[in-house]
């Protein structure tokens, strides 16, 4: 059975502080994703990765940065926290071809206060 | 600039069929896919199209047009477990995903 884990289904934190979002996956999938989820808006992405150590920006990258330091997991990170990062974090897993279908965690619902 | 336009909320009767549209605008295109997501779950893969024409998966059906840039998924005998929200996806030229807000489907009894 597939599967793309993430490190918290809740988190709650203070404006100014370093978060820390995990995402693994089991599949041995070269790709990896992050992205934000807001009501009435569509799957935004921040950053993939298409190999180790490799990172490249999406369409909203300000704000955050990313490691991936092994195949299986690709951390997002929130650098400072602001009240406009409150959100649905989904990461996703995918395939090396971009037509292949991305398989996602359950997410993460950040609340920064 | 690069669009994905689907309706916001559609309702529907249980047993009923329902067709949700999906209309994309990007630079260049391979292939177009749906995902479902049911409230509070991540989304899940129905369907990857990149030819025009029709593909059945049992009770769920996709479309597309490429030169009309038009898609559609047709669900048959709607049952309640398919209220959800239906997103629709297109790949642009560079091989990135371009997403619709989703449309959230309501079944009623």
């Known amino acids: 059975d597939v599967k793309v884990t993430q490190s918290s289904r809740y988190l709650v934190k203070r404006t100014g502080e370093k978060v820390f979002l995990e995402c693994v996956q089991d599949?041995?999938?070269?790709?990896m994703f992050w992205y934000r989820q807001d009501p009435g808006l569509g799957l935004r992405l921040i950053y993939f990765s298409y190999d180790v150590k490799m990172k490249e920006k999406g369409d909203i990258p300000e704000g955050y940065s990313v490691s991936r330091e092994k195949k299986e997991r690709f951390s997002l990170i929130l650098e400072s926290a602001s009240t406009n990062q409150t959100s649905m974090y989904l990461c996703a897993s995918a395939l090396r071809e971009a037509y292949n279908e991305q398989f996602f965690g359950p997410g993460t619902r950040l609340t920064v206060l | 600039g690069q669009n994905i336009d689907q309706p916001t909320e559609m309702t529907a009767t249980e047993g009923a069929i329902v067709q949700i549209n999906c209309t994309y605008q990007t630079s260049g295109f391979n292939g177009l896919f749906w995902y479902q997501q049911h409230a509070g779950e991540a989304p899940t893969f129905l369907s990857y199209n990149v030819l025009d024409g029709l593909e059945e998966k049992g009770r769920f059906s996709s479309f597309l047009s490429r030169s009309k840039g038009y898609s559609y998924l047709l669900l048959k005998e709607l049952q309640m477990k398919d209220s959800a929200s239906y997103l629709c996806a297109a790949l642009d030229s560079n091989y990135q995903l371009i997403w619709g807000a989703g449309t959230k489907l309501i079944i009623k009894p």
């Open positions: 599949m041995d999938h070269e790709n």
